[in-house]
């Protein structure tokens, strides 16, 4: 159970030993007693308290003045002031202050347990949303895309210039291409780079799941509902959510969402205060959203809200120049992950894996390289290394490959090593396993200059 620490501060002892006797009866509530404000400040610097219930006349420093020096030390403590003066003014200056709120003397013990429990579910809800921002952004590392292609160079100059802005964005491609990633590049490049970068695939969840995860729900909103929770659009406030799968979500949820997008603010489950919530919006889906809405499956209002800029992205069938520059970057990435020293693939990996279809993209590469890596005992991936039906799609090649002399063979792979990168001499040398000094020799002897 979560445990709370209470500061009680009164300069009546008496006051103080009671307020004590009487929260200490909750076994998560741990007090301590001061009978001024500078004792209890000093003791503030040693241990952060959740909860201040402190005598608005103290006898050197006011309750007040202890309620600005608490909230600039500890932010996220609530401060309850005790007055015997139970007047209006003093509770109307005491909550724009900044107090949760105010009890007045004598001190009802039963309705100071329930604002004091009152006050602590703030407490647990605002540390709730500090602990999930902090692990949304620990989770935010630079983005790595991989490409030199031309129409990876297209995605990247769209990039460079929508990030900046405040527009929602949607991505469409196919599963595997890595849709996040770019997702994950505009958080970063943009002005809320600092903020909460969150992410929900919408894909096989029921309307109801999609709403609690989406727009979190109020303490008692349902059975089980013990605690209030702060779902993914509120606890992405200022930054960026990534709703992955769009094109999945139930049809009645596309209206609740639709709803956000105009007026940005939402109702948890249960809840009645409309929250205004400033998040950047960006979508993404592996089908043709724009297809669904002329087959009516999609909300043609909803894709006109999302899709005001439209990031397309290739499959990886599509951009195969890029594949040995993606192949090297999996080589790294498993050799360092497995303690490994493999530093290349052989040409017979390099000719089976750039005619392959790819038809999982990128992150089907990806699984084929680590796999490869974690199997091999040399320095390089081998065919052996590979799946076996990517080993029979090369016997059936060498197969039907019409008879070539060893000579022709290497002036044949040597030259599509060079058309894949541009002939940039070091990249394709380090492909090949050559010195650079070597290769220009073969170049020359192939008339390959």
Not at 107 to 135: G, N, P
Request: aromatic letters at 6%; hydrophobic letters at 40%; one cysteine or more.
């Amino acid at each position: 159970m979560e445990r709370f620490r209470i500061a009680v501060i009164d300069d009546e002892p008496i006051i103080g030993r009671e307020i004590k006797r009487g929260l200490s009866k909750e076994p998560h509530y741990e007090v301590e007693t001061f009978l001024d404000g500078e004792s209890a400040l000093q003791r503030l610097e040693q241990m952060d308290f959740d909860l201040l219930l402190c005598d608005l006349r103290l006898p050197a420093m006011s309750g007040l003045d202890v309620l600005h020096a608490a909230r600039r030390r500890v932010p996220h403590c609530e401060v309850i002031l005790i007055t015997a003066h139970g007047s209006v003014d003093s509770a109307i200056e005491a909550i724009r202050a900044g107090a949760f709120h105010y009890v007045a003397k004598p001190v009802k013990m039963a309705d100071l347990r329930l604002l004091v429990k009152r006050a602590l579910e703030k407490v647990t809800l605002v540390r709730e949303k500090e602990a999930l921002k902090e692990a949304l952004f620990s989770q935010n590392r630079p983005a790595e895309i991989i490409g030199n292609s031309k129409t990876m160079l297209n995605v990247f100059r769209l990039i460079e210039k929508v990030a900046p802005l405040d527009s929602n964005v949607l991505i469409q491609g196919e599963s595997g291409t890595g849709k996040e990633m770019i997702a994950l590049a505009l958080h970063q490049r943009s002005g809320r780079r600092q903020q909460p970068y969150v992410s929900f695939n919408c894909g096989g969840f029921t309307e109801e799941l999609i709403t609690n995860e989406l727009f979190g729900h109020e303490k008692g909103a349902f059975t089980g509902a013990t605690e209030t929770k702060i779902g993914l659009l509120e606890a992405a406030h200022r930054g960026t959510i990534f709703l992955d799968e769009i094109g999945e979500m139930p049809a009645t949820m596309q209206v609740k969402l639709l709803r956000f997008v105009e007026e940005r603010t939402l109702l948890r489950v249960g809840g009645v205060k409309p929250l205004p919530i400033d998040v950047r919006l960006v979508a993404a889906s592996n089908q043709d959203l724009k297809e669904m809405v002329r087959a009516h499956t999609f909300r043609e209002d909803l894709y006109y809200r999302l899709n005001v800029v439209m990031i397309p992205l290739p499959p990886l069938r599509a951009r195969p120049d890029d594949i040995p520059l993606l192949i090297r970057c999996f080589l790294e990435k498993y050799s360092r992950a497995f303690g490994k020293e493999v530093k290349g693939a052989s040409s017979e990996v390099l000719d089976i894996l750039s005619r392959y279809p790819f038809p999982g993209n990128v992150r089907e590469l990806e699984n084929i390289i680590e796999r490869a890596v974690a199997l091999s005992d040399e320095p390089e991936i081998s065919a052996r290394d590979l799946p076996s039906d990517l080993r029979e799609l090369s016997m059936r090649s060498i197969e039907a490959a019409p008879r070539l002399t060893l000579e022709e063979m290497e002036r044949k792979y040597i030259q599509e090593v060079l058309i894949k990168t541009n002939y940039r001499k070091s990249i394709a040398a380090e492909i090949l396993g050559l010195p650079r000094t070597t290769l220009w020799r073969k170049m020359k002897q192939h008339g390959l200059e």
